[in-house]
């Protein structure tokens, strides 16, 4: 299992920091995600915000979604 987080440009250092002290490897930690729909289509569950462009986004690659 490995894990891709988006956190933000204020987030992104304790984000790394809590993830380092979980897990050894497997996590990505970005500031923005630029293609999100090929992050999408890569996942095999994504936890979002409810936002109309991410639902109707995710309803197109037909990913199991928590909002």
């Given at each position: 299992?490995?894990?891709?987080?988006?956190?933000?440009?204020?987030?992104?250092e304790?984000t790394?920091k809590k993830?380092?002290?979980?897990?050894e490897?497997?996590?990505?930690?970005v500031?923005?995600?630029?293609?999100?729909?090929?992050?999408?289509?890569k996942?095999s569950?994504?936890?979002?915000?409810a936002?109309a462009?991410?639902?109707?986004?995710?309803?197109?690659?037909?990913?199991?979604v928590?909002f």
């Amino acid at each position: 299992m490995s894990f891709f987080h988006q956190a933000g440009k204020l987030d992104i250092e304790i984000t790394q920091k809590k993830y380092s002290e979980l897990l050894e490897d497997n996590y990505e930690v970005v500031p923005f995600i630029s293609d999100m729909s090929e992050a999408f289509a890569k996942a095999s569950l994504v936890i979002a915000r409810a936002g109309a462009l991410t639902v109707s986004e995710l309803i197109q690659v037909e990913r199991p979604v928590i909002f």
